[in-house]
T-cell receptor
Framework: DAGVIQSPRHEVTEMGQEVTLRCKPI?????LFWYRQTMMRGLELLIY??????IDDSGMPEDRFSAKMPNASFSTLKIQPSEPRDSAVYFC????WGAGDTQYFGPGTRLTVL | AQTVTQSQPEMSVQEAETVTLSCTYD???????LFWYKQPPSRQMILVIR??????QNATENRFSVNFQKAAKSFSLKISDSQLGDAAMYFC???????????FGKGTKLSVIP
């Protein structure tokens, strides 16, 4: 079974541009999470969905960040406009109810904003 | 609020030897899960081992085992017969049962010396 898939693996953009990160969860998983990893702040939960519905977005840093999950197999995290301080590795993870809270992570997207 | 503390930023071990990584946590939840994740240079987050707080027995997975001391809120990871492939960042994480919100420690960088 394929794991969590993220694209792109690397993204380099200029300040002010829109960035869209993509995630495909493991088939059958009904929870999807977006995390950000930086040296300063470590791993932070940004937002998570259950059955395609956002449950908690309190970790989203500001209005420039938005996330959607139009169906059970696809989610996006968008940053508009991007800033250099958004440079980080962004992870998507998924799990299913009854899995003992075990989350399975994708390979991450390394974002660099110049 | 829940917190996870890893007090050892870096550790090293000789190949084939045993090493223990420390983790302490704090939570007001009565039921929760604890995890160790491994992040090699590829940056993929890999689940190493999982412990359910209501279980007295310490979890084991091949060469990996934990020492779970619930009263002391301690959750250390022991790696036996260390291998070069064990070199990575190791993250301790906690989630309240059913909350699906993982809180991570800052990580311990493990080096394996041939």
């Amino acid at each position: 079974d394929a794991g969590v898939i993220q694209s792109p693996r690397h993204e380099v953009t200029e300040m002010g541009q829109e960035v869209t990160l993509r995630c495909k969860p493991i088939s059958g998983h009904d929870y999807l999470f977006w995390y950000r990893q930086t040296m300063m702040r470590g791993l932070e939960l940004l937002i998570y969905f259950n059955n395609n519905v956002p449950i908690d977005d309190s970790g989203m840093p500001e209005d420039r960040f938005s996330a959607k999950m139009p169906n059970a197999s696809f989610s996006t995290l968008k940053i508009q406009p991007s800033e250099p301080r958004d440079s980080a590795v962004y992870f998507c993870a998924s799990t299913q109810w009854g899995a003992g809270d075990t989350q399975y992570f994708g390979p991450g997207t390394r974002l660099t904003v110049l | 609020a829940q917190t996870v503390t890893q007090s050892q930023p870096e550790m090293s071990v000789q190949e084939a030897e045993t090493v223990t990584l420390s983790c302490t946590y704090d939570t007001s939840e009565s039921d929760y899960y604890l995890f160790w994740y491994k992040q090699p240079p590829s940056r993929q987050m890999i689940l190493v081992i999982r412990q359910e707080a209501y279980k007295q027995q310490n979890a084991t997975e091949n060469r990996f085992s934990v020492n779970f001391q619930k009263a002391a809120k301690s959750f250390s990871l022991k790696i036996s017969d260390s291998q070069l492939g064990d070199a990575a960042m190791y993250f301790c994480a906690l989630s309240g049962a059913g909350s699906y919100q993982l809180t991570f420690g800052k990580g311990t960088k493990l080096s394996v010396i041939p």
